[in-house]
């Protein structure tokens, strides 16, 4: 029987060191990860998972709009941070703001894969950004910060994206991460064989608990997740 976890990290040698800036912390002090890391086998989305995820969201639109998604709290909390580092969240919207938005205007939800799939109709049910990447690409420590202006970052489908004032995951090798794109240099592919996803609390632990293992049970299901650690910092 599989066995559902989750911890407080200690940065572990089994983990990502991943950790928030004072600079970003003494902004928002109540932000909080959620962290998943796992060995999976990414496919195209089976009949099954499209099947179940397409009559999740049948259920879930009838509830969508404009304004209940801009009131759901964990939209609001997202727009809130937005606005406290300086940057305009309906001119970047929020990745889950912008999925949510897709499915209440009928366009629905394009397939990417198995486990990009379970990513997008966990952020779409919950309103959380979720930031996944490859990790086999993340290179070194990961820290949460504050994009610096002309800072370079290209996101998945939409070129040169200016993260000046968002919440940023860098690496040794620069920004990689912000809750409005995931970019194309740690993006998962067909290739991917280790995820990391990472869900920003911006008002705390809330539900998150709850979320991750969720998440976890998905990936168990649909994109054969193993060796899953799922953790807090």
């Known amino acids: 029987m599989q066995k ?13 060191p991943i950790k928030i800036s004072s600079e970003i ?85 394009y397939q990417i894969s198995n486990v990009v799939d379970v990513l997008n109709y966990i952020s779409i049910k919950t309103g959380y950004s979720i930031c996944g990447y490859d990790s086999s690409l993340i290179n070194g420590e990961v820290v949460l910060g ?34 409005t794109s995931d970019s194309v240099r740690t993006m998962i592919s067909e290739k991917t064989q280790n995820i990391l996803f990472i869900f920003i609390g911006f008002a705390g632990k809330d539900e998150l608990d709850s979320v991750l293992l969720e998440t976890q049970k998905l990936l168990i299901e649909y994109a054969g997740a193993e060796e899953v650690e799922t953790y807090f910092i």
């Open 146 to 179: 504050i994009g610096e202006e002309g800072e370079p970052y290209e996101g998945i489908g939409r070129g040169t994206v200016n993260i000046e004032l968002l919440p940023v995951f860098r690496d040794e090798s620069g920004a990689f991460g912000t809750p």
């Open 25 to 109: 912390q003494s902004k928002l002090p109540t932000l909080t990860l959620g962290c998943i890391e796992a060995k999976v086998k990414v496919a195209p989305g089976s009949e099954a998972l499209n099947t179940w995820i397409e009559k999740q969201l049948d259920q879930i639109k009838v509830a969508l709009t404009p304004e209940t998604i801009r009131q759901m709290h964990t939209v609001k909390a997202t727009k809130d941070a937005y606005r406290v580092l300086g940057k305009d969240p309906n001119r970047y919207r929020p990745a889950a703001e912008s999925l949510m938005r897709r499915i209440a205007n009928g366009k629905g939800l």
């Open 4 to 16: 559902f976890i989750i911890f407080e990290a200690q940065n572990t040698s089994l983990m990502i």
